[in-house]
C-alpha cells in the first residue's frame, strides 16, 4: 500500500481556514489531521489531541532538543509544530494526510525537500480578512492589528506554494482542493500499474 498523499495547507488568520478544514474532513472521511503542538492557549470550543497538543514552553523546548519535531516555528509569539510521531500515525495504512502548516513551516519543509502538496488559501482581500477578524470575536484590536500584519507577509511568500485558492466561497474552495487531489492522484509519476500484464508492458519501456 502507498504512502498516501500529504496536503501542506497554509492560510493566514481571517482567511476562513477552520471552515475550510472542517468541510475537507467532511468530503474526505478517510482524510487523516495531523495534530500540531502549541503552547498557545486553549480557545473556547477546542480539545487537547483534536484540535491541538496543548503543552507548556518547557515541554515544547524539551521536545526540540529531543528532535522530535518534524518542523516547527513561533507564530505571534507562541510556538506551533509537527511532530514526526503525529504525521507518523496519521500516515499509517495509506491514508492522506493534511498538514497545517504557517509559512515558516513551509519554508523548512521545501528546504527539506518534502514531498507534499503544498497550498496557499487567500482572503479575496485585506479589508475582508479584518472584516472576518474581527467577526470571529476572540482578539483584541492590537491582535487583529498583529495578525493582519503577519497575514501580509504570508501572502507575499505565495511563491513557495504549488497551488494558490482565493477562498470566494467555502464550498468552491474545497472543491478546488478536491480535484487538485484528484489530478495529483493521476500524476504519471504517481502511476502504480493495476494488473500484471500492463505492469509486464510498462518494463518494456517503449517510447
Ligand atoms: P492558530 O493559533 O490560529 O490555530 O494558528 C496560528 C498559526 O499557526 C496558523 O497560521 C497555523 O497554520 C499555524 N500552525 C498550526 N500548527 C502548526 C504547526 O504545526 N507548524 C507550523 N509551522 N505552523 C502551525
Same mark, same amino acid.
Given at each position: 500500500?502507498?504512502?498516501?498523499?500529504?496536503?501542506?495547507?497554509?492560510?493566514?488568520?481571517?482567511?476562513?481556514?477552520?471552515?475550510?478544514?472542517?468541510?475537507?474532513?467532511?468530503?474526505?472521511?478517510?482524510?487523516?489531521?495531523?495534530?500540531?503542538?502549541?503552547?498557545?492557549?486553549?480557545?473556547?470550543?477546542?480539545?487537547?489531541?483534536?484540535?491541538?497538543?496543548?503543552?507548556?514552553?518547557?515541554?515544547?523546548?524539551?521536545?526540540?532538543?529531543?528532535?522530535?519535531?518534524?518542523?516547527?516555528?513561533?507564530?505571534?509569539?507562541?510556538?506551533?509544530?509537527?511532530?514526526?510521531?503525529?504525521? /507518523? *500515525?496519521?500516515? !499509517?495504512?495509506?491514508?492522506?494526510?493534511?498538514? =497545517?502548516?504557517?509559512? #515558516?513551516?513551509? %519554508? +523548512?519543509?521545501? $528546504?527539506?525537500?518534502?514531498?507534499?502538496?503544498?497550498?496557499?488559501?487567500?482572503?479575496?482581500?485585506?479589508?475582508?480578512? /479584518? *472584516?472576518?477578524? !474581527?467577526?470571529?470575536?476572540?482578539?483584541?484590536? =492590537?491582535?487583529?492589528? #498583529?495578525?493582519? %500584519? +503577519?497575514?501580509? $507577509?504570508?501572502?507575499?511568500?505565495?511563491?513557495?506554494?504549488?497551488?494558490?485558492?482565493?477562498?470566494?466561497?467555502?464550498?468552491?474552495?474545497?472543491?478546488?482542493?478536491?480535484?487538485?487531489?484528484?489530478? =495529483?492522484?493521476?500524476?504519471?509519476?504517481?502511476?502504480?500499474?493495476?494488473?500484471?500484464?500492463?505492469?509486464?508492458?510498462?518494463?518494456?519501456?517503449?517510447?
Amino acid at each position: 500500500m502507498g504512502k498516501g498523499f500529504v496536503l501542506i495547507l497554509s492560510a493566514p488568520s481571517g482567511t476562513g481556514k477552520t471552515t475550510t478544514c472542517n468541510l475537507l474532513r467532511e468530503k474526505i472521511p478517510d482524510l487523516k489531521i495531523s495534530v500540531s503542538h502549541t503552547t498557545r492557549e486553549v480557545r473556547q470550543g477546542e480539545e487537547t489531541g483534536v484540535d491541538y497538543v496543548f503543552i507548556s514552553q518547557k515541554e515544547f523546548e524539551d521536545k526540540i532538543a529531543n528532535n522530535d519535531f518534524l518542523e516547527w516555528a513561533r507564530v505571534h509569539n507562541f510556538y506551533y509544530g509537527t511532530s514526526f510521531q503525529s504525521i /507518523r *500515525a496519521s500516515q !499509517k495504512n495509506g491514508h492522506d494526510t493534511l498538514l =497545517e502548516l504557517d509559512v #515558516q513551516g513551509v %519554508e +523548512t519543509l521545501r $528546504k527539506m525537500k518534502y514531498q507534499g502538496i503544498y497550498i496557499l488559501i487567500l482572503p479575496p482581500s485585506i479589508e475582508e480578512m /479584518r *472584516a472576518r477578524l !474581527k467577526k470571529r470575536g476572540t482578539d483584541s484590536e =492590537e491582535f487583529i492589528q #498583529q495578525r493582519i %500584519e +503577519t497575514g501580509k $507577509k504570508e501572502i507575499k511568500k505565495y511563491k513557495l506554494y504549488d497551488y494558490v485558492i482565493t477562498n470566494h466561497e467555502v464550498e468552491n474552495t474545497v472543491d478546488i482542493i478536491l480535484s487538485i487531489l484528484r489530478a =495529483e492522484k493521476v500524476k504519471v509519476s504517481h502511476y502504480s500499474p493495476p494488473s500484471l500484464d500492463i505492469k509486464e508492458l510498462l518494463k518494456d519501456g517503449v517510447d
